[in-house]
């Protein structure tokens, strides 16, 4: 009898450790840290933002404890925008006129201003490139008038670019047959002779452009009015180098601006969050910096505040501050303290 209390006893205690083992597991479970999950908004996948935002996910994933980022192909400026104040993503890149237009509540966004947009840092430079067929009679945007004209894709920062110029020159899309595609559909419809020219925003020497200017003669558009560039004050006038394109042997001008990483006010991110992660992507460069050519001569440090066009967030503002940089009191957004 007592040796059956005796077994009775140890299995008990036995059952009882476990338990407490059992306990001490779930515990240690329940407390391990939580992972948050994040996405950048990009471009498509043809140019260099899509690849760009992919390598600095990356860069967050493996030097930001507690923070997993994804890279996501995505419409790019006005979709990131409305992604960004949705709350939909917690980054997302934006040409700086579209992101100036959303922030002030003008334009497209008179009914959804975006006053929650923070931007973190400047990336590569978009260009407003206008093409046409060298035996084209097209000299000008006012020549546009009753020609079919690739604008970009519905919706788009592109897009919204094209309305924007059109306007300058007293057109509207009433006034000529707009096609509303990307702009590697409008390469092919140029060469094809089913459009007359095409506006498009994208990076120097793009593999789309590289294609056209390649295998079929095309002649540029200038911007040269001062006028013009009074009338955008978020374009800079840049010309392009003679020959920078095959058969395009002069000089031309074009409107320039830069494409903005932005936050949003809206995420679950705290400003110490914002700062590490900024922090990662500047302090490990070599991961994402080559990615492509553009990437590689445009997204630096010394001009990462260069052009922004809405107020900074508190933890980009912590980092480049501590990298020596003096902020422009008109990026201090309205929680800065």
């Known amino acids: 009898m007592k040796k059956f209390i005796v077994i009775l006893l140890v299995i008990g205690l036995c059952g ?4 407490a083992q059992g306990e001490k597991e779930e515990a240690t479970t329940s407390a391990a840290p939580q992972i948050k999950r994040i996405s950048i908004g990009t471009a498509g996948t043809a140019g260099s933002l899509y690849p760009m935002g992919v390598a600095m996910s990356e860069t967050i994933t493996n030097h930001v404890e507690g923070i997993a980022s994804t890279g996501e192909a995505t419409a790019a400026s006005v979709e ?8 939909k993503l917690v980054m997302g890149i934006s040409q700086s006129e579209i992101a100036w237009l959303a922030y002030n509540g ?41 020609k079919a004209i690739g604008v970009g894709a519905a919706g788009s920062g592109g897009e919204m670019a094209s309305r924007m110029i059109l306007g300058y020159y007293g057109l509207t899309y009433d006034d000529i047959k707009p096609q509303f595609i990307p702009e590697s559909e409008a390469v092919s419809a140029l060469k094809d002779n089913k459009i007359a020219a095409f506006i498009c925003t994208h990076p120097l020497k793009s593999a789309a452009l590289m ?19 009074e009338a955008f004050p978020f374009w800079s006038r840049y010309e392009i180098p003679a020959s920078t394109y095959a058969n395009v042997d002069t000089v031309v001008t074009v409107p320039i601006s830069r494409v903005l990483m932005l936050t949003s006010t809206k995420t679950n991110l705290t400003d110490e969050e914002v700062y590490r992660i900024v922090k990662a992507i500047w302090e490990n460069r070599e991961e994402w910096g080559n990615v ?16 922004l066009s809405v107020p900074m967030h508190n933890g980009a503002i912590k980092y480049f501050t501590e990298k ?3 902020i422009d009191p008109k990026l201090f957004p309205p929680e800065y303290k």
């Open 16 to 19: 009882m450790g476990l338990f």
């Open 80 to 87: 990131n925008v409305r992604n960004l104040t949705s709350g």
């Open 106 to 146: 003008n334009g497209d966004f008179e009914k959804r201003k975006a006053s929650d947009l923070r931007s973190l840092f400047s990336t590569i430079y978009s260009y407003i490139q206008v093409f046409t067929l060298s035996n084209s009679p097209i000299e000008s945007i006012a020549d546009f008038k009753g």
């Open 211 to 229: 294609d056209l200017t390649n295998s079929a003669k095309v002649k540029m558009i200038s911007f040269t009015d001062p006028a013009f560039y």
């Open 292 to 307: 492509t050519a553009s990437v590689s001569k445009q997204v630096i440090l010394e001009t990462a505040l260069s052009e």
């Open 324 to 326: 020596g940089f003096t």
